[in-house]
């Protein structure tokens, strides 16, 4: 599977942006799919996961009402509805292909395919 991220870009906090991730090479609906961060110095670190047919999201407890993680299989795509940016949000942002369970899928170590990065810039 590749992924290719876009949609990044450098917004005012308090402002939105909406990431994109699309697949090819093979369908999305095999895969728990996610988004992960990583900010200068700092690890990777998980961000939001959705199942397979978008039933159940998980949300690192920082974005938690502010982003929302959504999936259209026909499209082989996932979003990151990213509203109320703050400058902490500022980072690099990872689409993840998980082939295992959602709880593993929240662990970078559980990643089975991973995009190039979009970076998120929150400004002042």
């Known amino acids: 599977v590749q992924l290719q991220a876009s949609g990044g870009g450098l917004v005012q906090a308090g402002g939105s942006l909406r990431l994109s991730c699309t697949a090819s090479g093979s369908t999305i609906s095999s895969y728990v799919m996610g988004w992960f961060r990583q900010a200068p110095g700092k690890e990777r670190e998980f961000v939001a996961t959705?199942?397979?047919?978008?039933?159940?999201?998980y949300y690192t407890d920082s974005v938690k009402g502010r982003f929302s993680i959504s999936r259209d299989n026909a499209e082989s795509t996932v979003y990151l509805q990213m509203n109320s940016l703050k400058i902490e949000d500022t980072a690099v942002y990872y689409c993840?292909?998980?082939?295992?369970?959602?709880?593993?899928?929240?662990?970078?170590?559980?990643?089975?395919?991973w995009g190039k990065g979009t970076l998120v810039t929150v400004s002042s």
């Open positions: 993840a292909a998980s082939s295992t369970t959602s709880s593993t899928a929240r662990n970078a170590g559980g990643v089975n395919y």
């Open positions: 959705i199942s397979r047919y978008g039933g159940t999201t």
